[in-house]
């Protein structure tokens, strides 16, 4: 995966973590929230054993995904109730020293259930937490979630400044063997608006041609 800027989200989030601090990650779809903590689990895989997790599923499925990611799952877990999912996923073994970062990407509402899973794990400490949000999500379950994840640092992202559109413009140019002189990538660059899907969209249509 090629990743460009957010030095300062990317300085940020780090140093969150590694003081234990959680993330709340909050942005547009598309601007690149999911692939900036990529970037980040890769930086700090010696420390952190990143888990990502859809949000959009059933509590019961990111325990069972969580399991599975920890080399925890077993075969018929997904005949087991809930709750007891749930307390293997807080009481498993693993001689792996790092820190376990949940990811919980693709928070669009947050259920009871799925709110009490988040109290529940956190009551534990056995976990940091990455709370991707979507804009959609209410104001009042974004302060819920905020509250129930303290510490948390709350980081929004925005579009990409001009350099780093450009930047990412001239990889793709270069990824699809598309020769492109500096003015066609500086318009690209500016007409996306720093925009990352807008981005990529431009070329798999280009691509489709």
Same mark, same amino acid.
Request: proline fraction near 3%; charge should be positive.
């Given at each position: 995966?090629?990743?460009v800027?957010r &030095?300062?989200e990317i300085?940020?989030?780090? &140093?969150?973590?590694e003081?234990g601090?959680?993330i709340?990650?909050?942005?547009k779809?598309?601007?690149?929230?999911?692939?900036?903590i990529?970037?980040?689990?890769?930086?700090?895989?010696?420390?952190?054993?990143?888990?990502?997790t859809?949000?959009?599923?059933?509590?019961?499925?990111i325990?069972?995904?969580s399991?599975?990611?920890?080399g925890?799952?077993?075969?018929?877990?997904?005949?087991l109730?809930?709750?007891?999912?749930?307390? &293997?996923?807080?009481r498993f073994?693993?001689s792996?020293?790092?820190?376990v970062?949940?990811?919980?990407d693709?928070i669009?509402?947050l259920?009871p259930q799925?709110?009490?899973?988040?109290?529940?794990? &956190?009551m534990?400490?056995?976990?940091?937490f990455?709370?991707i949000?979507e804009?959609? /999500?209410?104001t009042?379950?974004?302060d819920?979630?905020?509250?129930?994840l /303290?510490p948390?640092?709350l980081?929004g992202l925005?579009?990409?400044?001009?350099?780093?559109?450009?930047?990412?413009?001239r990889? /793709?140019?270069?990824a699809y063997? $598309?020769?492109a002189?500096p003015e066609? $990538?500086?318009?690209?660059?500016?007409?996306?608006h720093?925009y990352?899907?807008?981005?990529?969209t431009?070329?798999?249509?280009?691509?489709?041609?």
């Amino acid at each position: 995966m090629y990743f460009v800027g957010r &030095k300062k989200e990317i300085h940020t989030i780090v &140093k969150s973590l590694e003081t234990g601090q959680n993330i709340v990650l909050t942005g547009k779809f598309g601007i690149g929230r999911t692939s900036l903590i990529h970037h980040i689990s890769d930086l700090l895989r010696d420390q952190f054993h990143f888990i990502f997790t859809d949000f959009s599923k059933t509590a019961k499925a990111i325990c069972e995904v969580s399991l599975a990611e920890l080399g925890s799952g077993r075969p018929g877990i997904e005949t087991l109730h809930f709750k007891t999912v749930r307390s &293997k996923l807080v009481r498993f073994d693993s001689s792996d020293a790092r820190r376990v970062v949940l990811v919980m990407d693709n928070i669009a509402r947050l259920t009871p259930q799925k709110f009490n899973l988040i109290r529940y794990l &956190k009551m534990q400490s056995r976990f940091q937490f990455v709370a991707i949000t979507e804009l959609f /999500l209410k104001t009042s379950e974004l302060d819920k979630l905020r509250g129930q994840l /303290l510490p948390a640092v709350l980081v929004g992202l925005s579009y990409l400044p001009r350099a780093d559109s450009v930047d990412l413009v001239r990889h /793709l140019f270069r990824a699809y063997g $598309i020769d492109a002189g500096p003015e066609e $990538i500086d318009f690209l660059a500016a007409s996306t608006h720093g925009y990352p899907l807008g981005i990529q969209t431009h070329f798999r249509s280009r691509q489709s041609r």
